[in-house]
C-alpha cells in the first residue's frame, strides 16, 4: 500500500477508536480522525476492517479535498473520472456527485449510480474501492444500498452456478448511460475523446478477491451488457436472474447517511445503488476512486 509522503507512519501516534459490525453488512467506525496522519497500525487495522466487513462508515470526519485524496491514496493509485467537467477544480481525482444546479448547469453528476454496479467495472482494471464523502445532504431521502456479492455467489442456485462457471461478460460505461431515471439533463454527450477512455471490455463473472481469495459474482445491472458466447436471450434471461438474485433482501446494507459520513466500500466485494432524492432537496458527495487490479 502507498503511504503518505514526508511522513513516516511509524513515528505516528495512535488513534483509540472503535469498529462496530453494522447489522447486514459493514462496520461503522467511530472516534478515528482522518483528517491527521495515520499510523501504521491504525492504517493496518482499517485495512483488515475494509477486507472482513466490505464497507466502511467513517463518522464525523471533517476533510480537505486533499486530506480526502491523501488517505485514498494509502489504498493505491486512483482513476480519474471520464466526465471531466465533474471534476472538482484544483482536484482532478475528485468527481462531484450532486444534483445542485449554478446558473441553470449542473455542478456534478446528479444521477450518479441510479442502476445497481460497481464502480468502473467498464475499465481493464476496475476500481479496487471508492471513498464517498457527505458534503451537502438532502432533507429527504439520499440512502446508498450496498449488496454482498460474494454471498450472492455463495447461495446461487445450482442451475445457475453452472450456467455461469467460467463464462465472461462484456461492460461497458455507455449500457444504460443515457436512460434518465433521476430526471433528464443530468448526462451530457460523450466526445470522441471521452467515448475512446472507456471502450468495452470483458471480465470474468465470476471474480476472485486478490487479497482474501473469496469469489464473488462480477455483474451489474448498470455496466454488464451480456454474457459471451451464448444467444442474446439466454444471455439477457441468465443476467436478469443473476441481478434479481443479487440484490435479495438478505444481501442489502442500506446507508442512511449523516452530516460528514466517509464510505469506503469495496468494488470487487459489492455492487452499490443510489436510491434518489427529490430535485429540491440539495445533495453533494465527494467521490474518490482507487485503482484495482485486472479480475481473474
Not at 111 to 126: F, M, R, V
Not at 206 to 228: C, D, M, N, Q, W
Request: with cysteine; net charge neutral.
Amino acid at each position: 500500500m502507498a503511504e503518505l509522503s514526508g511522513i513516516a507512519p511509524h513515528t505516528v501516534r495512535r488513534q483509540a477508536f472503535d469498529i462496530r459490525p453494522l447489522p447486514g453488512a459493514g462496520a461503522e467506525i467511530t472516534g478515528l480522525d482522518l483528517s491527521q496522519p495515520l499510523s501504521t497500525a491504525d492504517f493496518y487495522r482499517i485495512h483488515q476492517a475494509h477486507l472482513q466487513y466490505h464497507v466502511l462508515v467513517f463518522r464525523q470526519q471533517t476533510l480537505t479535498p486533499q486530506q480526502h485524496i491523501d488517505f485514498s491514496r494509502r489504498f493505491g493509485p486512483l482513476q480519474i473520472h471520464v466526465l471531466k467537467q465533474f471534476l472538482l477544480a484544483g482536484h482532478p481525482e475528485i468527481l462531484i456527485v450532486s444534483n445542485i444546479l449554478r446558473e441553470g448547469e449542473p455542478v456534478g453528476l446528479g444521477d450518479a449510480g441510479k442502476y445497481w454496479h460497481s464502480d468502473l467495472s467498464y475499465k481493464e482494471t476496475p476500481s479496487l474501492g471508492s471513498m464517498l464523502y457527505a458534503r451537502i445532504l438532502p432533507a429527504i431521502g439520499g440512502d446508498t444500498k450496498f449488496a454482498n456479492m460474494h454471498r450472492a455467489w455463495e447461495t446461487l442456485p445450482d442451475a445457475l452456478r453452472q450456467a455461469v462457471e467460467g463464462r465472461r461478460a462484456v461492460h461497458s460505461y455507455t449500457a444504460t448511460y443515457s436512460q434518465p431515471k433521476f430526471g433528464a439533463g443530468w448526462r451530457p454527450a460523450l466526445t470522441e475523446k471521452q467515448l475512446s477512455e472507456v471502450k468495452s471490455v470483458s471480465h470474468p463473472i465470476i471474480r476472485t478477491h486478490p487479497e482474501t481469495g473469496r469469489k464473488a459474482l462480477f455483474v451489474s445491472e448498470g455496466f454488464t451488457t451480456h454474457i459471451e458466447g451464448i444467444p442474446a436471450d439466454e444471455s439477457r434471461d441468465i443476467l436478469q436472474a443473476l441481478y434479481q438474485h443479487s440484490i435479495r433482501e438478505e444481501n442489502i446494507y442500506t446507508h442512511r447517511w449523516q452530516p460528514n459520513d466517509l464510505l469506503f466500500w469495496d468494488n470487487r466485494s459489492l455492487i452499490h445503488l443510489a436510491t434518489g432524492c427529490p430535485a429540491d432537496c440539495p445533495r453533494q458527495l465527494y467521490r474518490t476512486t482507487i485503482q484495482g487490479d485486472i479480475p481473474f
